[in-house]
């Protein structure tokens, strides 16, 4: 079917909430407002133009009020999700090796490509990331791009806690000056309405998932062991040219980062995974870091106190990553775990992002995901 198109993001609120059975809250209809009046003034020439930053708890409808907003624009304009962003943003800052303040001519070159700039799930937890945001919001700003983006957090606790967190603080502030802030909390999961279920999640069921690979890779070649995924190759239990089936050992606990994700989802319609333990763990004592240098400027750091990581933390790390990537490209992932979803990870350092997770993996259960 194809989608509808509208000339601007309230008049496709409007028909949603009218004709699609979509609830109405007053949180969404402030974002609405936020960003028709942002719509209106790019298409009005006016300057300079206030951007709009969107947050709140997981499901509260962030993401399709942007992308109506993305879909709606006559201007130029990308639409990212923050780990495309910033793969592209530490490629060609890689690119520019040599270039005086590569950060300006990155953003000169956005600048030039682009009016706006709408990326979901801004989350950050990465001192480089850090580092290199808290320069390269004020420029991006200077140089004319109008952002719009979500975020489960509010601007002021973007960060919190991370090393040499005061190198982020100018992007921080640079968030508030050129963007209007919009709490988006209704007060409910809009992704757990009801809806058809379609089952995409087993317990202890080790047979299930040959199941579904064998529906899903009917009249295809199959083939077992290394699959290469750009430079990398991972090591499958099956796979065929549209479906992927991985242990989650083969996947998660080996050095992938979002950029493979992206490659599988790229490749392949579905990805199976199974044998994924309970990731909760206590947490552990964090490390002391001594020492600490940022490129060519020495930073007076002392002892730093690193997360309390628990045992599982990095691997889950890389499938927050993958179900992120699968969500945002609707591919849908098969899984067959030791517990069921909600104890998933219940107990560790990555509680709170993890919980866009659940939501999402909760959604992945409904048959209208993927369509």
């Known amino acids: ?6 000339d601007s993001p309230l008049a496709a609120y409007q028909y949603a909430t009218a004709q699609l059975g979509f609830v109405a809250d007053d949180a969404q209809r402030r974002a609405v407002d936020a960003l028709q009046a942002c719509h209106q003034a790019l298409h009005q020439g006016r300057s300079p133009i206030l951007g709009v930053y969107l947050w709140g708890p997981v499901g509260r409808g962030k993401t399709w009020l942007m992308d109506q907003f993305y879909l709606s624009l006559r201007v130029p304009a990308r639409r990212q999700h923050f780990h495309h962003f910033m793969g592209w943003v530490h490629q060609r800052s890689f690119q520019l090796t040599g270039t005086h303040d590569p950060l300006q001519a990155l953003a000169r070159e956005l600048a030039q490509e682009v009016r706006v700039l709408c990326f979901d799930e801004l989350f950050v937890n990465d001192i480089g990331d850090a580092i290199i945001l808290g320069r390269l919001f004020q420029v991006m700003f200077e ?6 983006c979500t975020s489960n957090q509010p601007p ?7 090393f040499n967190r005061e190198r982020f603080l ?3 502030a640079a968030i508030k000056q050129h963007l209007q802030v919009v709490a988006v909390d209704g007060g409910e999961d809009h992704r ?3 809806g058809v279920g ?4 087993w317990v202890d069921q080790p047979d299930a998932l040959a199941a579904v690979f064998n529906q899903l890779s009917e009249g295809q070649a199959v083939r077992h062991g290394e699959v290469s995924v750009g430079h990398r190759c991972i090591v499958a239990v099956q796979a065929s040219d549209t479906v992927l089936w991985c242990r989650y050992a083969d996947l998660c606990e080996q050095p992938l980062a979002a950029m493979d994700f992206m490659l599988l989802c790229d490749r392949f319609k579905a990805i199976l995974l199974g044998e994924v333990p309970n990731l909760s763990a206590q947490k552990r004592p964090g490390r002391i870091a001594r020492g600490t240098e940022d490129g060519v400027q020495r930073v007076a750091a002392g002892d730093r106190e690193l997360p309390e990581l628990s045992v599982h933390d990095d691997s889950v790390r890389r499938f927050i990553a993958l179900v992120d990537e699968c969500y945002d490209r609707k591919v849908p992932l098969f899984i067959e775990a030791k517990v069921p979803l909600e104890s998933l990870y219940t107990e560790g350092y990555l509680e709170f992002p993890f919980r866009r997770t659940l939501s999402r993996l909760q959604e ?3 048959q209208r995901f993927g369509v």
């Open 192 to 194: 757990l309405h009801p």
């Open 143 to 148: 140089e004319g791009v109008v952002m719009v």
């Open 156 to 162: 002021e606790q973007l960060y919190a806690g991370g």
């Open 170 to 172: 100018p992007g921080i």
């Open 364 to 366: 992945m259960q409904l």
């Open 198 to 201: 379609v089952q995409r999640y």
């Open 1 to 6: 079917m194809a989608r509808m198109t509208f």
